[in-house]
């Protein structure tokens, strides 16, 4: 069918633009229902309906809202709607309808991505260990000699020039980790004010706690609240030990780990200056 073609066309062009979506399927209907087996849409993670339809209404309202929320924990489902409002069972809708109808709503996430704001030693070894864990990577650094497909063989984009000015223009969403490891304590905190109010999932800053206390008091003075600087994991990576820059690369993956799937973990931050 047409329809089904036009959903099927604008799914690829959402995975083409690494977006997350959910295609809603009836696969099942009995009774009198808006629409029947096989009608099918596309809806973003903010809900907006980019293709197709289930039939209008309750059902695709309700429909909806759970797709977000599928989207969110990334978690396909199979449910099941009663369209008869008089009824006493079943997940129930406000509907006249009378039917039931079972729809199958499957996720598509979008690949996350690693921001390395900095292409130092560091960074280099974080982009090895990231690549080889999935993430699609994208490093950002001002020196010629280190932005280069030699040092980081698996990123798929490579920025040289001003730093954040470039970090400006990297689209960023709730799938994206990002690590500041510049080579100035200054370019950290320009990039940190860049990203700071973005929906990024992580963003960690590499830095000793001196460095750290000396960041958010000026981040403080020109205007940022606690709760902005709070959500910045610095100092970065987990309580593994070691110091070498393999050593540093593996704990701050370690942490971005444990921050995507949820998991109590010994954060260095937990020990820094506190507000």
Same mark, same amino acid.
């Given at each position: 069918?047409?329809?089904?073609?036009?959903?099927? @066309?604008?799914?690829?062009?959402? !995975? %083409?633009?690494?977006?997350?979506? *959910?295609?809603?399927?009836?696969?099942?209907?009995?009774?009198?229902?808006?629409?029947?087996?096989?009608?099918?849409? @596309?809806?973003?993670?903010?809900?907006?309906?980019?293709?197709?339809?289930?039939?209008?209404? *309750? !059902?695709? %309202?309700?429909?909806?809202?759970?797709?977000?929320?599928?989207?969110?924990?990334?978690?396909?489902? $199979?449910?099941?709607?009663?369209?008869?409002?008089?009824?006493?069972?079943?997940?129930?809708?406000?509907?006249?309808?009378?039917?039931?109808? +079972?729809?199958?709503?499957?996720?598509?996430? +979008?690949?996350?991505?690693?921001?390395?704001?900095?292409? &130092? #030693?560091?960074?280099?070894?974080? *982009?090895?260990?990231? #690549?080889? @864990?999935?993430?699609?990577?994208?490093?950002?650094?001002?020196?010629?000699?280190?932005?280069?497909?030699?040092?980081?063989?698996?990123?798929?984009? @490579?920025?040289?020039?001003?730093?954040?000015?470039?970090?400006?223009?990297?689209?960023?969403?709730?799938?994206?980790?990002?690590?500041?490891?510049? #080579? &100035?304590?200054?370019?950290?905190?320009?990039? !940190?004010?860049?990203?700071?109010?973005?929906?990024?999932?992580?963003?960690?800053?590499?830095? +000793?706690?001196?460095?750290?206390?000396?960041?958010?008091?000026? $981040?403080?003075?020109?205007?940022?609240?606690?709760?902005?600087? +709070?959500?910045?994991?610095?100092?970065?990576?987990?309580?593994?030990?070691?110091?070498?820059?393999?050593?540093?690369?593996?704990?701050?993956?370690?942490?971005?780990?444990?921050?995507?799937?949820?998991? %109590?973990?010994? #954060? !260095?931050?937990?020990?820094?200056?506190?507000?």
């Amino acid at each position: 069918m047409l329809e089904d073609r036009k959903v099927l @066309l604008k799914l690829k062009e959402s !995975l %083409e633009k690494n977006k997350s979506v *959910a295609t809603i399927t009836i696969i099942k209907a009995e009774g009198a229902t808006p629409r029947g087996p096989g009608s099918m849409m @596309l809806v973003d993670e903010e809900g907006n309906i980019l293709e197709g339809t289930i039939g209008g209404g *309750a !059902l695709e %309202e309700k429909a909806r809202k759970d797709a977000i929320d599928c989207i969110k924990r990334k978690e396909s489902l $199979l449910i099941d709607y009663n369209l008869d409002r008089d009824s006493k069972t079943g997940n129930i809708l406000p509907m006249a309808c009378g039917g039931k109808v +079972s729809l199958f709503i499957k996720i598509y996430s +979008s690949q996350e991505k690693l921001i390395l704001v900095g292409a &130092g #030693h560091v960074a280099e070894k974080v *982009a090895r260990i990231a #690549h080889i @864990l999935g993430y699609s990577i994208t490093v950002l650094d001002n020196r010629k000699e280190r932005v280069n497909g030699q040092l980081f063989p698996q990123t798929e984009d @490579l920025i040289l020039g001003n730093i954040v000015e470039n970090l400006k223009k990297v689209d960023i969403n709730n799938n994206t980790f990002i690590i500041i490891v510049t #080579h &100035g304590h200054k370019y950290d905190q320009d990039a !940190l004010e860049v990203v700071l109010e973005s929906k990024a999932k992580y963003i960690g800053m590499i830095g +000793s706690r001196n460095k750290v206390k000396t960041t958010f008091n000026n $981040l403080l003075e020109k205007g940022y609240s606690k709760e902005d600087l +709070s959500k910045i994991y610095t100092p970065i990576g987990l309580d593994l030990g070691g110091e070498t820059p393999e050593e540093i690369a593996l704990s701050i993956m370690a942490e971005i780990q444990a921050v995507k799937y949820g998991k %109590e973990v010994p #954060h !260095l931050y937990k020990s820094r200056w506190k507000f």
